[in-house]
């Protein structure tokens, strides 16, 4: 046994900062498997599974980690099925296969006519007469142009084309214009014009004079190691000194085109045109996806709209579409269409009426969303909000039994059972939140050898199962205490007691004897938070050893202690809900109370009372048991 005597001394070590942390890491932990959970549910990612539980917790009126922890304890309830969209990645356009094969071949023309002699060019460029057509063709055009004339072979043939001119606006793919390209020979700079064969065609207009033009074709070239594809269109003319050639490079057309596509895949939104007059319809990739159809169907016709979507939804969409034709106005709805696998697809419409100069609708324009997604989570997010509900009713029981029990367990204060050679006072204060309820207890008995047996503890965590540990806690100690033993062996049964609770269960507790012949307390600590003697105006926590709390380590050996006391002395416990706060050190908290303790009253009951008033603990966080003996 270890001497505790005259420990005025530094505050005792305790372990109810650990069960603080604790506390912290579970509700990390929870919140953390509850995001999973409404994720697996929603079929949404985490993050956003984060920002709906916010949302269920506010709609439901209770914190947050309440609201988490009630989805992880209902979680096997199985998963709602969320109907989710199908979404693939984009495909980077024209593989990398594709593009090395172009630059292969435009590599092969470049060191074909790279071979070719070129160094009489310039003089053959300086011999070309004044062309009044050729010049018109080129300040006239407000495309890229440019004044081609032909170089000839040994057998007469023409084997590639001199830029003899371009005008300000003309420019390649490359980005090069008339500085750049004027007096180079066309298939140096231009080798997609063999691969197209472009080349071919200018020939063609060359020697027979007609004219050639081609409507927005893809067009691959290379140069300088680099490939590069478009859609083109390009006119060609003969004039008297050779070709005039002029394109257009569908650039922004096609950005604008690639933009709209993907914004459609993305958001799920389809457009489709109706031209009522011909009966034709027009609608986009996106659009004829979201009601089931391939590029090679036809579109239904707004009469024919009703006979795709689910049977249900016939009375709403007939109705839409009579209220367009009729009142010519914009309408808006929502109906499903059966897919080929039997799956339900939710599309949100508006339709509007085009008017021609009669009054009378032209054409229709129509937008469809895919909305499945939006849906199912709703439902999913509806059907959690109703478990949760009953997950919440069953708590709610849970903790009117856990009162309850607490009532049925613990004796009234003025019914407590006066120990010898001791003067007591005893409050027990259970949460003003029925949530928070927890595991305080206390207990007394007069032992058949005279002693006084005291004892404080605090069953981790809130509610029934804390309850329920309080009280086969309090109870196994009383039934172990008839054993006669001292307080360590006492306190050491309890942890094995503890240990092996179905569900597992952990607490703290501060058992001890007092024996009025002697005046000696013999008295062992779990974990708890350490008792203060008040001796002849001076308070100060007694010294403690770091025994661990109960349950957490079985078959651990509690060191007993020792304290003799004198006539006047008081002995103060308590549990971590008189001292503990999220926002203050615990240690700052039990100075406070010690010093509150050295300017109290002398007698038990006042000093309970003064002390409640002082510490201002937060009756709603916990349950808060005080205890006051004093040495008569």
Not at 210 to 239: D, I, K, M, P, W
Not at 509 to 514: C, E, I, R
Request: with cysteine; charged share 25%.
């Amino acid at each position: 046994m270890a001497e505790a005597e005259g420990a005025f001394g530094q505050p005792g070590v305790h372990a109810a900062d650990v069960d603080d942390l604790r506390d912290a890491a579970h509700d990390r932990a929870v919140l953390s498997e509850a995001r999973v959970v409404l994720a697996r549910r929603l079929g949404i990612p985490t993050g956003e599974a984060l920002q709906h539980l916010i949302w269920l917790a506010r709609d439901l009126d209770m914190e947050l980690s309440e609201a988490a922890s009630l989805l992880v304890k209902d979680g096997g309830a199985g998963q709602v099925g969320a109907v989710l969209a199908g979404r693939r990645a984009p495909r980077a356009e024209g593989g990398t296969a594709e593009r090395q094969a172009v630059l292969s071949e435009a590599e092969e023309v470049l060191r074909r006519v790279t071979a070719e002699d070129t160094a009489g060019d310039a003089e053959m460029l300086a011999g070309v007469p004044d062309d009044p057509m050729a010049r018109a063709v080129l300040d006239a055009t407000l495309d890229s142009s440019a004044h081609l004339i032909p170089v000839r072979g040994a057998d007469g043939n023409v084997t590639d084309f001199l830029f003899a001119d371009l005008n300000g606006v003309a420019r390649d793919m490359f980005g090069r214009g008339r500085e750049e390209l004027q007096g180079l020979r066309l298939l140096q700079t231009e080798p997609g014009a063999v691969l197209s064969g472009l080349f071919d065609d200018y020939v063609e207009v060359l020697e027979s004079g007609n004219r050639l033009e081609r409507s927005s074709f893809l067009y691959s070239t290379a140069q300088g190691g680099l490939s590069r594809s478009s859609r083109v269109s390009v006119r060609c003319v003969r004039v008297p000194t050779g070709l005039c050639t002029t394109w257009r490079y569908h650039y922004a057309e096609d950005r604008t085109v690639r933009r709209l596509e993907r914004v459609e895949r993305l958001a799920l939104m389809g457009f489709g045109e109706w031209d009522l007059a011909t009966g034709d319809a027009d609608w986009t990739p996106q659009m004829l996806a979201n009601y089931g159809l391939t590029s090679d169907q036809v579109p239904p016709m707004p009469q024919d709209l009703p006979k795709v979507v689910a049977e249900d939804d016939l009375p709403l969409v007939e109705e839409a579409v009579q209220t367009m034709f009729s009142r010519r106005e914009p309408v808006e709805a929502e109906h499903r269409v059966i897919g080929q696998d039997g799956t339900p697809r939710h599309l949100w419409i508006f339709a509007e009426p085009v008017l021609g100069d009669s009054g009378l609708p032209v054409s229709i324009n129509i937008v469809s969303q895919d909305i499945t997604r939006r849906r199912g989570v709703e439902r999913a997010l509806a059907e959690t909000r109703r478990q949760m509900l009953k997950q919440q009713e069953r708590m709610a029981q849970e903790r009117r039994v856990a009162v309850t029990l607490r009532r049925a367990i613990l004796p009234d204060e003025d019914e407590s059972e006066r120990l010898p050679g001791l003067v007591s006072s005893i409050r027990s204060l259970a949460a003003e939140s029925t949530a928070r309820i927890g595991g305080d207890w206390y207990a007394t008995r007069v032992l058949p050898d005279g002693r006084a047996l005291f004892a404080i503890g605090d069953a981790a965590g809130h509610g029934l199962p804390a309850a329920a540990a309080m009280a086969r806690s309090r109870n196994g100690l009383l039934g172990l205490a008839c054993t006669g033993e001292p307080a360590g062996r006492l306190v050491g049964w309890l942890n094995e007691l503890v240990s092996t609770m179905d569900p597992p269960a952990t607490g703290t507790a501060v058992v001890g004897h007092f024996d009025p012949a002697r005046r000696v307390m013999e008295w062992t600590c779990a974990g708890h938070p350490p008792p203060i003697l008040i001796r002849d105006g001076r308070a100060a926590p007694l010294e403690v050893f770091r025994d661990p709390m109960l349950g957490a380590m079985p078959g651990w050996e509690y060191t007993m202690m020792t304290t003799r006391l004198d006539p006047g002395d008081m002995l103060f416990l308590y549990t971590d809900g008189l001292v503990e706060r999220r926002d203050a050190d615990l240690d700052e908290r039990i100075a406070r109370l010690t010093d509150i303790l050295r300017d109290c009253s002398s007698r038990p009951e006042t000093v309970l009372d003064e002390v409640l008033a002082r510490m201002e603990h937060d009756r709603a966080a916990d349950d808060t048991t005080l205890f006051a003996l004093r040495v008569e």
